[in-house]
C-alpha cells in the first residue's frame, strides 16, 4: 500500500507568505512611526536641554578669632531642563579638604552642620547657599581680608567644573 500526499497548491503557499509578511509589517510600521513621531519630538526641541548651570553670589565669610573653618555660599542657577548635583568644591587656595554641608535644626530648636555628599540643583531651578539651607565648609586661613577673592571650583555630575571667584565677607553680609 502505498500513501501518497497531496502537493502544496500554489496558492496556499502564497496565502501562508502573505500572512506572515502582515504579521511582520505591523511591528515594522509601528517602530517607523514612533522614531518618526520621537525625531520630531526633538527636532521642535521638546526633549529637554541638558543641565546649563551659572554661578553667583560667591561668598565666604571672613575668619573670626581662631576658629579653624568658615563657610563659603553660591548661587547655583540650572537653566536647563535636566537636573544636577554639585559633588565637590576644591580650591587652589585651600590645601585641605572642603565639605558640603546642609544646616539643620534640632527639636530644641539648636542648629547643626550635617555633612552632605551633594546637593541638588533642580532642573529650571536654584541651588540658593545661605547659613539657613546648604553651604561649604571651608578651612579658614588668617591671612583673609575683607574684599580679597578665592577661586573656588565647584564639580557638578553632568556639567563638569565651574570656576568662580568668592569675595570675602563679613558674617551676616550675604546680600
Not at 558640603?100 to 529650571?124: C, K, Q
Request: include cysteine; charged fraction near 20%.
Amino acid at each position: 500500500m502505498t500513501i501518497s500526499t497531496p502537493a502544496p497548491s500554489s496558492s496556499g503557499a502564497a496565502e501562508r507568505l502573505k500572512q506572515l509578511l502582515l504579521a511582520g509589517a505591523a511591528p515594522v510600521i509601528a517602530c517607523v512611526v514612533a522614531l518618526g513621531a520621537l525625531t520630531a519630538w526633538t527636532s521642535l526641541g521638546n526633549a529637554g536641554t541638558p543641565p546649563d548651570i551659572a554661578v553667583t553670589r560667591a561668598r565666604v565669610f571672613l575668619p573670626t578669632g581662631a576658629t579653624p573653618d568658615t563657610a563659603g555660599f553660591f548661587r547655583v542657577t540650572n537653566q536647563g531642563d535636566s537636573e544636577d548635583e554639585l559633588t565637590e568644591v576644591t580650591s587652589p587656595s585651600v590645601p585641605d579638604k572642603i565639605a558640603l554641608s546642609r544646616h539643620r535644626m534640632t527639636p530644641d530648636g539648636a542648629a547643626y552642620r550635617d555633612a552632605a555628599d551633594r546637593l541638588h540643583v533642580p532642573a529650571r531651578g536654584t541651588l540658593d547657599m545661605s547659613p539657613m539651607s546648604s553651604d561649604v565648609t571651608v578651612p579658614a586661613d588668617p591671612d583673609w581680608r575683607l574684599g580679597d577673592r578665592i577661586s573656588f571650583d565647584l564639580h557638578f555630575t553632568h556639567s563638569g567644573t565651574v570656576r568662580v571667584r568668592a569675595q570675602v565677607v563679613r558674617p551676616g553680609s550675604l546680600s
